[in-house]
T-cell receptor, first 112, second 116 residues
Framework: DTGVSQDPRHKITKRGQNVTFRCDPI?????LYWYRQTLGQGPEFLTY????????KSRLLSDRFSAERPKGSFSTLEIQRTEQGDSAMYLC??????????FGPGTRLTVT | AQSVTQLDSQVPVFEEAPVELRCNYS??????LFWYVQYPNQGLQLLLK??????LVKGINGFEAEFNKSQTSFHLRKPSVHISDTAEYFC??????????????FGQGTTLQVKP
């Protein structure tokens, strides 16, 4: 088991561009969570999936954000028309039901 | 809505000294409580968790925490710290009654700086 992986680890983009991040959870985990962490703050919940179903979205997730988990395996988080305020670390975590959440290393996004 | 307050943004301490990182949460309903550690450029690692039962919880790396329901606190302690404990520590809460989402609500974090 290689744990939760995220790709890319770092992304620099210009304002207005679209970006997509990928998360590969631990294979037997049915739940997948996305969090956002800005500098000097704790992670904030964005959304989560149980298998392929997206069951809750935070109000932080504006219409420019979309997440998918096709076939209940890996997940993607897309941000359209990026803004400087989107600069943050995007963390993915997976778990088996309500068990311990295992976090990936994160994708650091910088919007210039 | 649940909230978590970590009372100290930075805690400097000398090596081999004891340390306490403080955490308070907002709700008096039953909650699950967690402490995570984050080393630079890495994801979060679970140190310990309280779900039910004994109020004193032991975790990895010699850390322990005590759940105090009346004070809605979950302070993290270690009797003797090492240089390698230098990291960011996050307290988090999960409300099992809120639709079983399992989502974590985190505090702002406490930077533990262990000095030689």
């Amino acid at each position: 088991d290689t744990g939760v992986s995220q790709d890319p680890r770092h992304k620099i983009t210009k304002r207005g561009q679209n970006v997509t991040f990928r998360c590969d959870p631990i294979s037997e985990h049915n739940r997948l969570y996305w969090y956002r962490q800005t500098l000097g703050q704790g992670p904030e919940f964005l959304t989560y999936f149980q298998n392929e179903a997206q069951l809750e979205k935070s109000r932080l997730l504006s219409d420019r954000f979309s997440a998918e988990r096709p076939k209940g395996s890996f997940s993607t988080l897309e941000i359209q028309r990026t803004e400087q305020g989107d600069s943050a670390m995007y963390l993915c975590a997976s778990s088996w039901s309500l068990g311990e959440q295992y976090f990936g290393p994160g994708t650091r996004l910088t919007v210039t | 809505a649940q909230s978590v307050t970590q009372l100290d943004s930075q805690v400097p301490v000398f090596e081999e000294a004891p340390v306490e990182l403080r955490c308070n949460y907002s709700s008096s309903v039953s909650v699950y409580l967690f402490w995570y550690v984050q080393y630079p450029n890495q994801g979060l690692q679970l140190l310990l968790k309280y779900l039910s039962g004994s109020t004193l919880v032991k975790g990895i790396n010699g850390f322990e925490a005590e759940f105090n329901k009346s004070q809605t606190s979950f302070h993290l302690r270690k009797p003797s710290v090492h240089i390698s404990d230098t990291a960011e520590y996050f307290c988090a809460v999960s409300d099992p009654g809120s639709g079983n989402t399992g989502k974590l609500i985190f505090g702002q974090g406490t930077t533990l700086q262990v000095k030689p």
